[in-house]
């Protein structure tokens, strides 16, 4: 079975420092994995992939993440928090041979201090 | 590319009545849409799946009566939700697959979601 744990329900951080938001995943085949983010009232923006290919994935606004099958973790990094960032990020598993299903993680929602 | 709409952004019912959610693909042919469902501060969880020309199939513990997901066009799922009760309330979010997209095959375009209240 496929299921994604995100370790923190909530992150603060200030404006101009890092921003990481941990995710570990548990699969026994080769996932692909996404990260999504959702501000307030709106639907779901797709911040980054990892399909097989390169185990560092850039994405959107400065976001990147990092593949490390050993450690089954896909944490999202920002080297420099922005306002607008704050937002609700979710953590997303899928496996080709359960159909491609979306499984969520519960969501981090991220605080940006001024 | 790639762009899910919904309609309507926001409906306000009463008890009892019928409430019906639009999701358009507006730039692809999505074979396959999903319908998720949001309470307040907490994650999605995957209500149905909708397959274009076929019978949607529904995640365990989700009433099909209750939830109706017609997919009778490559660009339009609907889901009716019938006798709405206030703990039908919810941010309702639709998603599709765009099978012409072969690199992200597994990918999904989300909707901006459908806020439902019943009063």
């Known amino acids: 079975a496929q299921s994604v744990t995100q370790l923190d329900s909530h992150v603060s951080v200030s404006e101009g420092t890092p921003v990481l938001l941990r995710c570990n995943y548990s699969?026994?085949?080769?996932?692909?994995l996404f990260w999504y983010v959702q501000h307030p009232n709106k639907g779901l923006q797709l911040l980054l992939k990892?399909?097989?290919?390169?185990?560092l994935v850039k994405g959107i606004n400065g976001f990147e993440a990092e593949f490390k099958k050993s450690e089954t973790s896909f944490h999202l990094t920002k080297p420099s928090a922005h306002m607008s960032d704050a937002a609700e990020y979710f953590c997303?598993?899928?496996?080709?041979?359960?159909?491609?299903?979306?499984?969520f993680g519960t969501g981090t929602s991220l605080t940006v201090i001024p | 590319g790639a762009v899910v709409s919904q309609h309507p952004s926001w409906v306000i019912c009463k008890s009892g009545t019928s409430v019906k959610i639009e999701c358009r693909s507006l730039?692809?042919?999505?074979?396959?849409m999903f319908w998720y469902r949001q309470f307040p501060k907490q994650s999605l969880m995957l209500m149905a799946t909708?397959?274009?020309?076929?019978?949607?199939?529904?995640e365990q513990g989700v009433e099909k009566d209750k939830f109706l997901i017609n997919h009778a066009s490559l660009t339009l799922s609907t889901l009716t939700v019938t006798s709405a009760h206030p703990e039908d309330s919810s941010f309702y979010i639709c998603?599709?697959?765009?099978?012409?997209?072969?690199?992200?095959?597994?990918?999904?375009?989300f909707g901006p979601g459908t806020r439902l209240t019943v009063l």
């Open positions: 998603s599709a697959r765009d099978p012409g997209r072969s690199l992200s095959y597994n990918e999904q375009f």
């Open positions: 699969s026994s085949y080769s996932p692909s």
């Open positions: 990892y399909t097989s290919a390169a185990t």
């Open positions: 997303v598993v899928t496996l080709a041979s359960t159909g491609n299903q979306f499984y």
């Open positions: 730039d692809f042919q999505a074979t396959t």
């Open positions: 909708s397959n274009e020309g076929s019978k949607a199939t529904y």
